[in-house]
């Protein structure tokens, strides 16, 4: 009854998605209100509806109720109830479901924070994202049905992937889902404005805070992928470039270059076509990801299970939503252009030049996930592009940017010069030279050339978001900074936080495979591992072995640590690492295989600075919430309203 | 089609899954230990999902890490093991794309991309419409102007 | 309208094509993500000598197959695609067919009783415990069958069950005055 109330909710928010997507948009072009009207209610009653069949959806899930394949495939009932509850977005049509979900989520949320805007442009906004809901509904009804019934029902589920049955799997899709999901809305934006014809500051404004959290999620979505990698998968890497990852991170580059570019659009008024094209860049790319992901057209670890003709339908919808985006924006960009005037040494020629460097390396990424694809397709072969190719050519397109990063922010609007600019960021570019070229040698024992570029480009980070806040703060103290002041420095911080983990986590990490006896030591960067054999362990739905190691420095124990080896029921082994975080250093042992005798094959890691690659990742989007809570976007708003009301009483 | 089926449930069985796949294997030479760290890292397991032999589990992977070993030890050098593995599965077992005919446009085109950006933005930047010609302020109310500017300025920069 | 306005829809139209491509290539199984092609079609055979399944200490080897036409086949027991297999391969070398087999990372006594129950279709048949043999050979999955010439060239590779269909249109044409295998 539960899935049947379910599937019935899924094809009735299909309809109304249609209906919210449809009138609306004729009803703004034709001048029909009662057509218009009807566009919140609609987005309303569309989330309820999801709602309602999202919740179906668990309900079958915690009730293992296995009539229903999707739960048969992807649960089981010795499973954890909290990996019950996380199994339904463990694969594609549960996740399909939640992305439904969220957008329906997000267009609410626009209903219900969007009164300052003019009940045409929410009548537009709403429709376009009412549309792209259409496509993923269709999608979900007719191709990927996740109440699709077993017949006869199963007695027991087929086991959830062991590598998913984690804390981080229930945090990661969703907020990366709210992140793609939440660039449809600066998109919904974009077409709004050209359909209407006018493209203003308040556009941007009203923009920018939505595009801001989505950006957020987005960052600690990919943030906890990374993380959640580093310590379930154990081999100690957090970043593959993989084509999945690869699928996340170009629409966060492309959202930052995005987030950069309303900045000016509405302070300046300037960019404007340009900020309409990358919000169709950025949302295009979430939809890419989509694609990729589920088509089967790419190998990956993260890739759901897919089929050729699910992928045709996904290209289909891309095509059409990006393809008359493109349409209309080649029709009306000529209409949207600004005509505003800036030197070329000038903070608006800075954030061009931040958005050319990003969307090149956007363009990069792709180009390097999509080369394998393009040659085989072509009849070239076979060939890999993995991390040597993306880190050789990441690094020297990013390299710019960050030291651009220090000068844009001390730059002045509309008009400056080298000279002044210069004078202002001198001190700070002495000192990240001498810091930079110091701190690999002093405090990582052994210098490195490649470290000491990291740490200078961090450390000119550092100084330069220093000297800007204190610019700032002259004449009003440190408590006089706006919020987005804050969110400004905090989100470039991070940014420079990110850098140091990343250098000293590649150049000075130590890893070593040995076999161990019990009672064995082993010494590694430092910290000397004793191994003091294993024990026989048993957990809910697994068997396994616990090992016991403990590491001490200079004679005083620092930690005990617990790497499991566990052979779950559904036959897969896994590996547990133990793992000893720090600020500075991160302890990391894994178990291998038992060699006989009690011995076993253990991985030990010393990786210094690790955390602060996810730390940084944290303060940026620190910043960007920071950004968003602006004062000056709640008063406008409010003012707005206020103006609306007086206006159409 | 089945066909297709077919080979992907031969390969299933022998893909790893993604766990810490440790061998212990000794090194006298910290030079030639550095070798095989980075030649496991850059060789792709055939029968994976997109990992290296480094991190798989896969009976396939150990035999090729193995060899990478062996070879190693026996001394030869990262681009022999290299074209030794490229010579039996092709260009496929290496995740660094040799610098070939075929991939010029992968290695040249993102630089190349940069600079038409970076082209591009110079010639927006100098197609900008200049300021009337012809002064409308005396020599005295420009410099109060600026003047009043440059303190506006200051205050407007961060947002 | 301006014509650069146009740019990024042309861009995307030839990307979405290009996926479109791929896309419909796959449905027709003409493309597979996951295969990989083979390096040694025409290559001279890499020499084969491994110990002999039944006997370690003794060993087997292509050497007699010089001037003839032969395969060799690596499977395991492990493998549901060998098993699905054997009965062709039982057919083929009852039509005299020389099929040179490679026991790949399995376990001995399985494999003997694997052939003594169902039938052994090879002329010979070696084992290759550490994937020597099958890395020497590009081998990535079982099973995987290979043909040879007369002048000990590779002419020939298939990866998965060796079916009637294959053996006609791929294999058969090597084999003079032998008839097609119904």
């Known amino acids: 009854m539960i899935p049947e109330l379910g599937h019935f909710a899924l094809i009735l928010a299909l309809v109304v998605a249609l209906v919210q997507g449809v009138f609306p948009l004729v009803g703004a072009h034709r001048g029909y209100a009662s057509w218009v009207a009807l566009a919140r209610p609609a987005s309303r009653l569309q989330f309820l509806l999801l709602l309602v069949s999202f919740s179906c959806l668990t309900w079958s899930f915690l009730k293992s109720d296995f009539s229903v394949l999707y739960v048969a495939q992807n649960s089981n009932t010795r499973l954890p109830e909290i990996f019950k509850f996380s199994a339904v977005w463990g694969a594609h049509e549960g996740s399909l479901l939640l992305w439904a979900l969220i957008l329906s989520a997000w267009t609410a949320a626009v209903t219900l924070f969007g009164r300052s805007l003019s009940p045409l442009m929410m009548a537009r906004v709403l429709g376009v994202l009412g549309l792209v809901a259409t496509g993923f509904l269709a999608f979900l009804t007719f191709t990927s049905n996740p109440f699709e019934r077993l017949v006869p029902a199963a007695a027991e589920g087929r086991d959830l992937n062991p590598l998913l049955q984690d804390i981080g799997l229930i945090m990661h899709p969703p907020m990366l889902y709210m992140g793609y999901v939440g660039f449809a809305i600066p998109f919904a934006f974009a077409i709004a404005a050209m359909l209407g014809g006018r493209l203003d500051a308040a556009w941007a404004r009203w923009s920018r805070p939505w595009t801001q959290i989505a950006w957020v999620f987005l960052t600690l979505g990919i943030a906890l992928g990374s993380w959640w990698a580093y310590y379930e998968l154990g081999w100690g890497g957090w970043w593959f470039w993989d084509p999945v990852e690869n699928a996340s991170f170009m629409p966060w580059l492309a959202g930052t270059a995005l987030m950069h570019s309303l900045a000016v659009t509405e302070k300046r008024g300037a960019f404007k076509a340009w900020t309409v094209l990358l919000a169709i860049f950025t949302f295009s790319l979430s939809l890419l990801g989509t694609f990729l992901v589920r088509s089967g057209v790419l190998t990956s670890v993260h890739a759901f299970a897919s089929d050729p003709s699910r992928g045709l339908f996904i290209l289909l919808f891309l095509a059409a939503v990006v393809g008359s985006s493109l349409a209309l924006y080649a029709a009306r960009a000529s209409k949207v252009r600004s005509r505003v005037h800036f030197e070329p040494v000038s903070r608006e020629a800075a954030l061009l030049l931040n958005n050319v460097i990003l969307v090149v390396t956007t363009v990069s990424i792709l180009l390097g996930t999509l080369y394998p694809l393009i040659v085989d397709a072509l009849g070239g072969g076979k060939i890999s592009v993995g991390p040597p190719y993306f880190n050789a050519v990441f690094i020297p397109l990013t390299t710019p940017l960050v030291i651009l990063l220090g000068a844009g922010t001390l730059a002045r609007w509309k008009r400056d010069r080298f000279a002044d600019i210069w004078a202002k960021v001198r001190l700070a570019f002495v000192a990240s030279l001498v810091f930079g070229l110091a701190f690999p040698a002093v405090a990582m024992g052994g210098f490195s050339w490649r470290a000491a570029l990291g740490m200078t480009l961090a450390f000119w980070v550092f100084f330069t978001t220093l000297k800007a806040v204190r610019d700032s703060a002259r004449g009003r103290g440190i408590g006089g900074l706006s919020l987005s002041q804050w969110g400004m420095a905090l989100g470039h911080l991070g940014v420079g936080v990110f850098i140091v983990g990343v250098t000293l986590t590649s150049i000075y990490s130590t890893e070593k495979d040995v076999r161990l006896e019990p009672g064995d030591t082993y010494e590694l960067g430092g910290y000397l591992f004793h191994f003091k054999g294993t024990t026989h362990l048993k957990g809910p739905n697994y068997e396994g072995d616990r090992g016991e190691v403990v590491v001490t420095r200079e004679g005083e124990v620092v930690a005990t640590l617990y790497p499991e080896k566990r052979n779950y029921l559904s036959g897969m082994p896994m590996t547990e690492a133990g793992i000893d975080a720090g600020l500075t250093r991160d302890l990391f042992v894994a178990l291998g295989e038992p060699l006989g005798d009690g011995a076993w094959a253990v991985r030990l890691y010393h990786k210094p600075f690790v955390r602060w690659i996810w730390l940084g990742a944290l303060i940026m989007a620190l910043g960007g919430v920071c950004s968003a809570l602006d004062r000056r976007y709640r008063v406008l708003a409010r003012r707005q309203r206020e103006a609306l009301a007086g206006g159409v009483a | 089609m089945r066909r297709l089926l077919g080979v992907l449930g031969v390969l299933v069985l022998l893909a790893g899954s993604a766990l810490a796949a440790i061998d212990t294997y000794e090194f006298q030479d910290p030079e030639k230990e550095q070798r095989y760290k980075e030649l496991v890292q850059e060789l792709r397991c055939l029968v994976c999902q997109n990992q290296n032999i480094a991190d798989s589990n896969a009976e396939l992977a150990k035999d090729l890490r193995r060899k990478t070993y062996e070879m190693v030890q026996a001394g030869r050098s990262k681009e022999e093991i290299a074209d030794w593995m490229v010579a039996r599965y092709g260009n496929f077992v290496l995740y660094k794309p040799p610098l070939e005919a075929g991939t010029l446009l992968l290695w040249v085109g993102p630089f190349l991309i940069f600079l038409v950006g970076v082209w591009l933005l110079i010639r927006i930047i100098r197609r900008r419409p200049d300021a009337p010609g012809t002064p409308l302020l005396s020599e005295e109310e420009r410099r109060r102007a600026e003047a009043l500017l440059a303190q506006g300025d200051e205050g407007d920069e961060d947002r | ?182």
């Open chain 3, 1 to 182: 309208m301006k014509a650069r306005h146009l740019v990024p829809l042309i861009v995307f139209t030839a990307l979405a094509l290009l996926f479109g491509y791929v896309l419909v290539k796959m449905n027709k199984g003409e493309y597979n993500p996951r295969e990989i092609p083979t390096e040694f079609i025409g290559r001279k055979a890499p020499a084969v000598e491994i110990p002999w399944l039944y006997d370690r200490n003794q060993r087997v080897s292509s050497a007699k197959y010089a001037g003839k036409v032969w395969l060799i086949n690596f499977w395991g027991t492990w493998c549901p695609e060998c098993w699905k297999e054997h009965e062709f391969l039982l057919h083929l070398s009852r039509q005299g067919v020389p099929i040179f087999g490679v026991d790949w990372r399995d376990d001995d006594q399985e494999a003997i009783g694997f052939l003594r129950s169902k039938g052994d279709p090879f002329d010979q048949v070696g084992v290759d415990p550490r994937s020597d043999l099958a890395i020497e050979w590009g081998v990535y999955g079982a099973p995987e069958t290979f043909l040879i010439d007369a002048e000990g060239v590779i002419r020939e590779k298939h990866a998965g069950a060796l079916t009637p269909e294959v053996w006609n249109t791929k294999f058969a044409p090597y084999f003079l005055g032998r008839e097609a295998v119904p």
